[in-house]
């Protein structure tokens, strides 16, 4: 069974940078396409940048496209989202999640999900 922890979240001021950890347990195929999602209250959980396992294409939302890097390593099972230039609008929940069949910005085809970890832009 696949397990996924997030890590470094925190407040940050607008501006400012973060970096994000997703440490995976459990078997991930390199078919896999390993995403960051977010979610801001009262607002529906969006794609935010994911990765395929194998080959390494990232893919961005448009919103924070050339601000957000994603990022991973096979050898270590772990999935980095590096934050730059950040902005209010990015505060949320960020979740990381794996599709064992490949690519999707679709949070309904992710197969398991981490539980999330804070992160709080201010102004």
């Known amino acids: 069974q696949v397990q996924l922890v997030e890590s470094g979240g925190g407040l940050v001021q607008v501006g400012g940078s973060l970096t994000l950890s997703c440490a995976a347990s459990?078997?991930?195929?390199?078919?896999?396409?390993m995403t960051w999602f977010r979610q801001a209250p009262g607002k529906e959980r969006e794609f935010v940048a994911g990765?395929?396992?194998?080959?390494?294409?990232?893919y961005y939302a448009d919103s924070v496209k050339g601000r957000f890097t994603i990022s991973r390593s096979n050898a270590e099972n772990t999935m980095t989202l590096q934050m730059n230039s950040l902005k209010p609008e990015d505060t949320g929940d960020y979740y990381c999640?794996?599709?064992?069949?490949?690519?999707?910005?679709?949070?309904?085809?992710?197969?398991?999900w981490g539980k999330g970890t804070l992160v709080t832009v201010s102004s």
């Open positions: 459990g078997r991930i195929y390199s078919s896999a396409f």
């Open positions: 999640a794996v599709n064992r069949q490949g690519y999707s910005r679709e949070a309904r085809d992710m197969d398991h």
């Open positions: 990765i395929r396992k194998g080959v390494g294409n990232t």
